[in-house]
């Protein structure tokens, strides 16, 4: 009651302070269409909202490195209040500015940016609530085919469902530091966990757990978000589940999450990663489809898998499992393997001290239902939280050497399993001419696994793979490595797509027309537009995702001149 009279108070102060401003001519002046740079926000609007050049051109900024568009102010909340203040004040004002949370702005096209709006900076409160309990009578929240799910993370549990309270600003590693206190983890995960709670779920968050547990926002009991009316609501399945499907997947366009409830699990204590290789690709495939289809307890817990269409490759970045004392030499194991595409299947299974006598059991029984080639089993073990974490340990080295902050030009695609193949031939066997400059996963999913409900779309297939293009760009005098020609290489990749009537979607996803947007969304278009008229009808929130707004980004000198 308190706290919501002191909400009422400071945003009755604010808006006294619009009005005030208004009559002694500081008014927000009217926008023209598209000029998202005019100046109108009364700078005493929040202590916490900050006009330094420092901070406005760090939040212009994200992983991507190819825009940057400068907002007007940021705010650094002190409060969650603060925050539903700063959107209510968007909402009510005559020309309302735009909004957009910023996670750890890992993002690659500007989502996180709001030209000329205000950027909110969601670590500010990293930190500020944890909270670990158990629900009572509640249900998973797995689609409804697999209420199955529900009994195994039960038994998994001792009968018990754990979650996390936990802020929308707060890193995953943070989360996994906190809950491995309490022998408890999430479930489902990103691979690289240095991105915010509220920016994953916003997209979906995935990695090699999603085939059996779902992607992150299978694995989230509740939200609390402040909708692009500035109002703080609390949404789950039952309770204003409208918001909390929109939000789950809804790229930042209808509310901004400050509390997510996270599903957790008993925390394995290590992991045993196993790596084996394949140079057919249907066999790859066929491998890998058939180990997302087990779901009882002889199953991997991690399915992923990365193409090698450059040696150098399986040394890269993302494999630290290789180490470089150890360097994989491709042709000792596959005879004249030179020039031809290899792809690597990875696998972990998770155990602790009760199952540590039958993991090597467990392993061995499944890898023998696999065709790999003989003689490429590269196997390491691991304590569970380095396996998690274990990007960040090739990021710190990338730093070392300068690779870390350049150009990303990052190109993410969900395939229906049906086409797979047909991209294999048309771009790892072609348009990529055997020179990448990064990773490229390409790992399945179990579409039932995916809330229909909630606002992220995949293709409509039972199974659909992730592949992941993670490319750096270099200027290194290497045409191949400069950020032109991998952003011609993306477009070729799609414009394939487009030909080859793959219907793909992508992930994390980029599009610069509306047409393109109501051709991402197919049949949930209108409901996404529906959700967008309820929750943030004046539209206020994550402008840099440019679905419903013409914001443009400032091309990077860096980006342009390459
Ligand atoms: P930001 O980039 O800051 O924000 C992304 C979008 O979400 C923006 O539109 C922003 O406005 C909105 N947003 C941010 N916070 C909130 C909030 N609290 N409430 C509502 N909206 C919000 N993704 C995977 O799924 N799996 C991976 O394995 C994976 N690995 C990655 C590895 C690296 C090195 C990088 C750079 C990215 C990776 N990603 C992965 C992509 C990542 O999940 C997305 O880019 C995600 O958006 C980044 O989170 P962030 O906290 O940096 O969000």
Not at 88 to 105: I, N, T
Not at 349 to 360: C, F, I
Not at 383 to 405: C, M, N, S
Request: hydrophobic share 40%; aromatic share 10%.
């Amino acid at each position: 009651m308190e706290e919501r009279k002191s909400v009422l108070i400071t945003g009755a102060k604010l808006l006294l302070l619009l009005v005030m401003s208004c009559l002694m001519g500081l008014t927000p002046q009217a926008t023209k269409p598209g000029d998202e740079r005019a100046t109108f926000l009364p700078n005493y609007m929040a202590s916490n909202l900050s006009f330094d050049a420092s901070r406005t051109r760090l939040a212009s900024r994200d992983f991507g490195g190819l825009t940057g568009a400068p907002p007007h102010g940021v705010l650094v909340p002190s409060s969650v209040h603060e925050i539903a203040n700063l959107v209510r004040v968007a909402y009510e004002a005559d020309a309302h500015f735009r909004v957009a949370a910023k996670g750890h702005a890992h993002s690659i096209q500007g989502q996180a940016q709001a030209p000329g709006g205000v950027v909110i900076e969601m670590e500010a409160l990293k930190g500020c609530l944890f909270n670990v309990g158990v629900l009572e009578n509640e249900s998973c929240s797995f689609s409804s085919s697999y209420s199955v799910e529900r009994e195994s993370v039960e038994r998994e549990s001792g009968g018990s469902l754990y979650y996390a309270d936990v802020w929308g600003g707060e890193l995953w590693i943070d989360v996994l530091h906190e809950t491995l206190k309490h022998g408890l983890a999430p479930r489902s995960w990103t691979d690289y966990l240095y991105l915010t709670v509220g920016g994953t779920l916003s997209n979906a968050g995935i990695s090699g757990q999603a085939f059996n547990h779902g992607p992150q926002i299978s694995n989230v009991y509740e939200l609390d978000v402040v909708t692009g009316k500035g109002e703080l609501l609390t949404c789950s399945k039952h309770q204003n589940s409208e918001l909390f499907h929109s939000v789950l997947g809804g790229l930042g366009q209808f509310g901004i999450i400050t509390r997510a409830r996270i599903a957790l699990e008993p925390a394995p204590q290590r992991v045993r990663w196993i790596r084996v290789l394949y140079s057919d690709f249907n066999t790859f495939t066929r491998d890998q489809e058939h180990l997302i289809s087990l779901h009882g307890r002889t199953k991997f817990d991690y399915v992923e898998g990365f193409v090698i269409v450059d040696e150098g490759l399986i040394n890269n970045w993302r494999s630290s499992f290789f180490s470089p004392r150890n360097p994989i030499k491709l042709q000792s194991i596959v005879s004249g393997s030179k020039g031809t595409v290899l792809y690597c299947l990875e696998v972990t299974k998770n155990y602790d001290e009760a199952t540590a006598d039958t993991v090597d059991q467990e392993v061995d029984s499944l890898l023998k239902t696999l065709s790999f080639i003989q003689g490429s089993v590269f196997t390491t073990d691991l304590p569970y939280i380095d396996f998690l974490d274990r990007v960040h340990k090739a990021e710190l080295k990338l730093r070392a050497k300068g690779l870390w902050d350049v150009p990303h030009p990052w190109l993410n695609l969900f395939i229906p399993k049906s086409k797979i193949a047909d991209f294999d031939a048309g771009v790892f066997k072609g348009i990529l001419g055997k020179k990448t400059s990064g990773p490229i996963l390409i790992y399945p999913m179990n579409k039932n696994r995916w809330d229909e409900k909630t606002s992220a779309v995949t293709p409509d297939e039972d199974v659909f793979y992730l592949v992941a293009f993670l490319r750096s760009a270099l200027d290194n005098g290497e045409e191949t490595q400069s950020l032109r020609y991998l952003q011609d290489q993306n477009e070729r990749i799609l414009r394939f797509c487009e030909e080859a009537n793959i219907e793909m979607k992508q992930y994390l996803p980029h599009h610069t027309k509306r047409a393109q947007w109501v051709q991402h969304y197919g049949p949930k278009w209108a409901e996404f537009e529906e959700r967008k008229a309820t929750f943030d009808p004046k539209n206020i929130l994550a402008p840099g995702q440019r679905i419903f707004s013409a914001a443009q980004p400032i091309i990077l000198p860096s980006a342009s001149s390459s």
